[in-house]
């Protein structure tokens, strides 16, 4: 990309300088001068040293043949940081041979602390059906504190790349297909992760991932290629990025894919001229694990000496597991390759980092062995856990749409209830991937809920029927799990994916059921009773049969250590669901990618019976299964008086939007209020509809409330061919409603004037 090119696309993401808090990025001016002082006493190789991060498994597992020679390197300097070391033993071990270096600069370690560290809370995906910030928030911070009790200073997460494909495994690890959502789910998990202020105990150092635009790798297939424009870069990948920058996240890790034909991690215009030049991020980027290394396969760079140039020019300042950087660094810079300016810059940010950790004061100072046992003792996360899987699940199906009588909740009057499938009475698959290896608190299963939840006189049999992932379904299981059914009042069936079948390295061609589970499901449905099924996944499946023939259905994700009483609490209607899909489900895999801010085009469908040279499918129906924004209750909720106080703007003006919702219902329930945007007409083509806000409001059986939403010119502005940010005048649809596709009001606006020129 010319330079030129690349400034004026820079100067274009200054538009997502939106009300950046100062703060957030102010340095001490103490800190610089140390860092400063210290710079001027390293050497080189000390230098480089800082850049190098290895894995720490050989220390905290078998011996590996290079021991003794990560040890010397350890002592000498030469390495900045490890991850995978944990444990306040290990990590005081590991940290003492730091300090017998000549300078005595203390280790960073870092660990994936995705969804929990001893308590493991639902993963990110689930999460984020919540659409509950402060639930959000804690659970990141209670695997902070567990971390960091641990002797963790620094977390992988969290993963904010926006994914509109179910196909790649990794779409567990974030918040979905929506930008504005995945902006505001990002701010939260990096307050959670690091608090106001870097340096508690409490807290650990978040790393925004994956730089960028990661979640679209094309077929959905990890690591590989993306290929967009940067209107739709700068539009829907990077605001989450920039949102965890103005939270305040310490770290950003660049990613293996290329984009536009450049790796990620060899990306200035990503990582010099967006993330340093324009958002004036003052932290450190660390590469993802090998990605430097990977260049070379890529065809970017000719061997690791060439990837650890071009790398480093780019802005990636530490070397995760690539060995590039301490094997050629060196000797670049020697060979007038790499200016020292610049590794000064990436060694200075680090440096910056540990002292802000307050490492260089107390090196020890999370590795303490009394704090370690009482946090992770602490029972009280237990219950965070819990509440945090509650408001994650999703009903996506309670029995037929105005029937006086619906499947659930379930009554506690029952005589037996069949707890049947793969999944029923397993504990790992509740956690998910990315889990911390070694002791986690233990995991309440399926079954283990129901029975303990159920009424005295209800009693609870169970029939696995086949082993998780249904590879094959033996005729005596099944039969057993028939009988078991046909002998009882209702059914609870467990079925979904492995904890192993989403996360990285995890993409599926097929996202229907696996297995045998159709069948099982077609088995029991066979009997007559009522049939509850409880999906567990770390994405959207494909399960169309049983969508249309269960009795209700409860999407629960991986829930995490508390899943089983999770899922019986909302069951028996202790708990009134209240997740909303943070993703479209498709009907089939054809579909993808799919997601509600999709474009009308010239020949849009409005009607289903009639597709004849329309943007259409000809072989399926072309809504989605399950929309954006869905998720029922146990309650109804009612919106009325839909009020705009100003139908026209002008200049900085602003408008107040508000709508009466009402609990119609007979039970306490939350609700989410989403609003949506149309910008009509456009010189870039704008989607139906864009989520813009949201309001998730609790009320009692006959209460209201009055849901308000300012309306602003940032609100109805876009990125535009010339990738300059503005709002163009003209007419805007404002709709509110339950989900993307049941839209209960909406009302017209009008935007008289055009942004000012520099208008961000």
């Known amino acids: 990309m010319k330079t030129s090119h690349r400034a004026a696309l820079a100067r274009a993401a200054a538009g997502l300088l939106l009300a950046?808090?100062?703060?957030?990025?102010?340095?001490?001016?103490?800190?610089?001068?140390?860092?400063?002082?210290?710079?001027?006493?390293?050497?080189?190789?000390?230098?480089?040293?800082?850049?190098?991060?290895?894995?720490?498994?050989?220390?905290?597992?078998?011996?590996?043949?290079?021991?003794?020679?990560?040890?010397?390197?350890?002592?000498?300097?030469?390495?900045?940081?490890?991850?995978?070391?944990?444990?306040?033993?290990?990590?005081?071990?590991?940290?003492?041979?730091?300090?017998?270096?000549?300078?005595?600069?203390?280790?960073?370690?870092?660990l994936d602390v995705i969804h929990g560290y001893q308590t493991v809370f639902p993963v990110p995906l689930g999460e984020s059906a919540s659409w509950d910030m402060d639930a959000i928030r804690l659970?990141?911070?209670?695997?902070?504190?567990?971390?960091?009790?641990?002797?963790?200073?620094?977390?992988?997460?969290?993963?904010?790349?926006?994914?509109?494909?179910?196909?790649?495994?990794?779409?567990?690890?974030?918040?979905?297909?929506?930008?504005?959502?995945?902006?505001?789910?990002?701010?939260?998990?990096?307050?959670?992760?690091?608090?106001?202020?870097?340096?508690?105990?409490?807290?650990?150092?978040?790393?925004?991932?994956?730089?960028?635009?990661?979640?679209?790798?094309?077929?959905?297939?990890?690591?590989?290629?993306?290929?967009?424009?940067?209107?739709?870069?700068?539009?829907?990948?990077?605001?989450?990025?920039?949102?965890?920058?103005?939270?305040?996240?310490?770290?950003?890790?660049?990613?293996?894919?290329?984009?536009?034909?450049?790796?990620?991690?060899?990306?200035?215009?990503?990582?010099?001229?967006?993330?340093?030049?324009?958002?004036?991020?003052?932290?450190?980027?660390?590469?993802?694990?090998?990605?430097?290394?990977?260049?070379?396969?890529?065809?970017?760079?000719?061997?690791?000496?060439?990837?650890?140039?071009?790398?480093?020019?780019?802005?990636?300042?530490?070397?995760?597991?690539?060995?590039?950087?301490?094997?050629?660094?060196?000797?670049?810079?020697?060979?007038?390759?790499?200016?020292?300016?610049?590794?000064?810059?990436?060694?200075?940010?680090?440096?910056?980092?540990?002292?802000?950790?307050?490492?260089?004061?107390?090196p020890y100072k999370f590795s303490d062995a009394s704090r370690e046992k009482a946090v992770l003792g602490d029972a009280s996360h237990r219950a965070a856990a819990l509440d945090v899987a509650q408001k994650s699940m999703v009903l996506l199906k309670n029995g037929v749409p105005g029937a006086a009588a619906t499947p659930l909740p379930l009554s506690r009057d029952l005589k037996r209830i069949a707890v049947i499938g793969p999944l029923a009475d397993s504990q790992r698959d509740l956690e998910g991937g990315w889990v911390v290896q070694g002791d986690r608190a233990p995991v309440a299963s399926l079954l283990e809920g129901l029975r303990s939840h159920a009424g005295k006189g209800t009693e609870v049999v169970h029939a696995q029927a086949c082993a998780p992932g249904c590879a094959t379904l033996d005729a005596s299981a099944l039969n057993a799990a028939v009988t078991a059914a046909a002998q009882s009042d209702v059914i609870v069936l467990a079925i979904g994916e492995t904890w192993d079948m989403s996360g990285e390295a995890k993409s599926r061609t097929d996202i229907t059921l696996p297995g045998q589970q159709e069948k099982l499901f077609a088995a029991l449905k066979a009997t007559g009773k009522p049939l509850v099924v409880v999906m567990l996944a770390g994405r959207p499946l494909v399960f169309n049969t049983i969508a249309d023939q269960a009795d209700a259905i409860v999407y629960a994700w991986f829930p995490g250590t508390e899943g089983g009483n999770a899922v019986a609490n909302v069951l028996f209607g202790d708990y009134n669901p209240s997740g909303k899909l943070p993703i479209t489900f498709p009907r089939s895999v054809g579909q993808i990618p799919l997601s509600y801010a999709q474009y009308n085009t010239g020949r849009p469908v409005t009607d289903e019976h009639n597709v004849v040279y329309k943007s259409a499918y000809i072989d399926s129906v072309n809504t989605p299964r399950y929309a954006f924004g869905r998720g029922l209750s146990y309650t109804s909720f009612t919106y009325s008086d839909l009020r705009l106080d100003h139908s026209e703007l002008r200049g900085d003006g602003k408008a107040t939007l508000s709508v009466d919702l009402a609990n119609s219902g007979a039970r306490e329930g939350d609700e989410v209020v989403q609003l949506y945007l149309r910008d009509m007409v456009a010189s870039v083509v704008r989607p139906l509809k864009e989520l813009k806000g949201f309001q998730k409001v609790h009320l009692k059986p006959g209460e209201h409330r009055r849901v308000q939403f300012i309306i602003d010119r940032d609100m109805l502005s876009f990125y535009n061919s010339q990738l300059k940010w503005g709002a163009e005048p003209g007419e805007f649809k404002l709709m509110v409603g339950s989900a993307s596709d049941d839209i209960r009001l909406e009302t017209d606006l009008r935007l008289l004037d055009a942004s000012k020129p520099g208008h961000p």
């Open 20 to 110: 950046a808090p100062i703060l957030a990025h102010a340095q001490d001016a103490q800190i610089e001068r140390k860092v400063a002082a210290l710079l001027k006493q390293m050497t080189l190789a000390e230098k480089v040293g800082q850049l190098h991060q290895l894995s720490g498994r050989q220390f905290t597992g078998p011996t590996s043949s290079n021991y003794a020679d990560k040890l010397a390197d350890i002592r000498a300097g030469r390495v900045g940081s490890m991850l995978n070391v944990k444990g306040v033993a290990d990590t005081r071990e590991i940290q003492a041979l730091a300090l017998q270096s000549r300078l005595k600069i203390p280790l960073l370690f870092g």
């Open 139 to 362: 659970s990141a911070h209670i695997a902070a504190q567990e971390a960091a009790a641990s002797g963790i200073h620094w977390t992988f997460a969290p993963m904010v790349d926006v994914s509109r494909d179910p196909r790649w495994g990794r779409v567990m690890e974030g918040a979905g297909e929506d930008t504005y959502l995945g902006s505001q789910i990002a701010k939260a998990r990096v307050l959670g992760f690091q608090g106001e202020k870097l340096g508690g105990t409490d807290a650990v150092m978040a790393t925004a991932k994956h730089f960028a635009a990661y979640g679209a790798a094309i077929a959905g297939r990890d690591y590989n290629a993306v290929d967009m424009s940067n209107q739709q870069l700068f539009q829907v990948y990077l605001p989450p990025f920039k949102a965890a920058l103005d939270a305040g996240a310490a770290t950003f890790m660049n990613s293996f894919n290329t984009l536009n034909g450049v790796p990620a991690t060899g990306n200035a215009f990503l990582q010099r001229d967006i993330l340093k030049g324009s958002w004036g991020f003052k932290g450190f980027v660390v590469s993802d694990w090998g990605s430097i290394r990977e260049m070379v396969p890529h065809g970017y760079a000719a061997d690791l000496s060439d990837a650890a140039v071009k790398a480093i020019t780019a802005g990636s300042d530490m070397d995760m597991e690539g060995y590039a950087y301490s094997a050629h660094l060196e000797q670049a810079v020697k060979a007038g390759k790499v200016k020292m300016k610049l590794v000064d810059d990436a060694v200075g940010r680090i440096l910056y980092k540990k002292f802000e950790l307050g490492l260089f004061d107390d």
